[in-house]
């Protein structure tokens, strides 16, 4: 069925009452944060490397020099190597509404471009953040006029304090594995995970990796568990499972990293920031080779982004989705419905119904 164009006056008055939720929920945080000593930055999109996360898809671009040659750039996948270099600068406490774009990521919770609220703390625990998701959610909820949010049947109170739990943890309870068994620091066991797998009845590949694996186990039996009633926040994932986070310091299998859910939707991921540039330019390896394997290709390292993390203080960071925390506080269905100009889609380009 055809579609009336978002910039239809009659479907822009529709969707207008959300988009002003959308205002005030970013005027609120906003206040919030610089309430506590944070000040906005405003990071470059435009980028020597758009991450190095193996199933992350830049935008690529090409950049002519002053010598009028071609350079590849690319539209950052995340502010994240911008800020952690004004951390290194000395900022201590920075936060920034940036818009950031992921390749092959289109859908009801996937825009090619969105927004993403990312925030740093220099000399705080990762735990403080947990705190910090907590009041995102109260502080979206009272933007939108609302008590609970909703989102495809499923309730959750954004007043009501998170549930902690570990990966681990959810994995046992969801779906009857012992995840752990599979780690021995950071290195992993497929063929252990993959009888696990098989024998709680979940369908995995005889060549599937471990983070496949894993995935497949998250995205299927555990995440929809997630954010009912009160929101979650899942910790301590494993090592293999957090390139940029620090190892735990009682359990070299697991890492600070937390992921916040409602309504069986994510909105953050955090971490106790790594700050070892050599572990770092390790594991950016291993996940461009991966990324080789598997796609077919590789970004460059930022070299200046490995020099400023051996200057960068201890510090904790997490990304958290705008759009789709103003998803949940307005009930809206689509991301489309909170973006005040959703991005065009090329394969539409030229049907007038849309």
Known sequence: MSETPWWNAERHADRRPILLARNRTRRAIGDW???????????????????????????????IGNDGLPHPMYLHTSPEFAMKKLLA??????FAFAHVWRNRERGSRHSPEFTMLEWYRVGEDY???MADCAAMLRLA?????????????????????????????AFARHAGIDLLATCRGAETDAEALRAQCRAVGIGVG???????????????????????????????????????????????????RLELYACGVELANGFGEL?????????????????????????????????????MPAASGIALGFDRLVMLA??????????????????QNGDSTR
């Not at 307005?330 to 394969?347: F, H, K, Q």
Request: negative net charge; hydrophobic residues 40%.
């Open 89 to 94: 600068a000395g900022e201590r406490r920075i």
């Open 127 to 129: 735990t403080v953040l």
């Open 206 to 256: 005889d060549d599937d990796t471990w983070s496949l694996m894993l995935s497949k186990v998250l995205v299927e039996k555990v995440e929809p568990h997630l954010g009912h009633g009160r929101a979650t926040i899942l910790d301590r994932y494993p090592a293999a499972e957090a390139a940029l986070a620090r190892p735990a310091p009682d359990d070299d299998r697991v890492a600070e």
């Open 275 to 311: 700050t070892d540039a050599a572990e770092q330019r390790h594991r950016f390896e291993l996940e461009m080779e991966e990324k080789a394997r598997i796609y077919g290709e590789r970004y460059p390292i930022d070299e200046d982004f490995l020099a400023a993390l051996a200057q």
């Open 141 to 169: 909820a009272e933007a939108a006029g609302v008590r609970v949010f909703r989102y495809r049947g499923i309730d959750c109170d954004p007043f009501a304090e998170p549930e902690r739990l570990s990966v681990a943890e």
């Open 33 to 63: 944060l610089e309430a506590r000593d944070f000040i906005e930055v405003d990071p470059s999109a435009l980028q020597i490397s758009p991450g190095n996360e193996a199933h992350l898809h830049a935008f690529t671009t090409t950049a």
């Open 330 to 347: 307005t009930s809206a269905p689509r991301i489309e419905d909170v973006l005040w100009t959703p991005v065009a889609d090329p394969a």
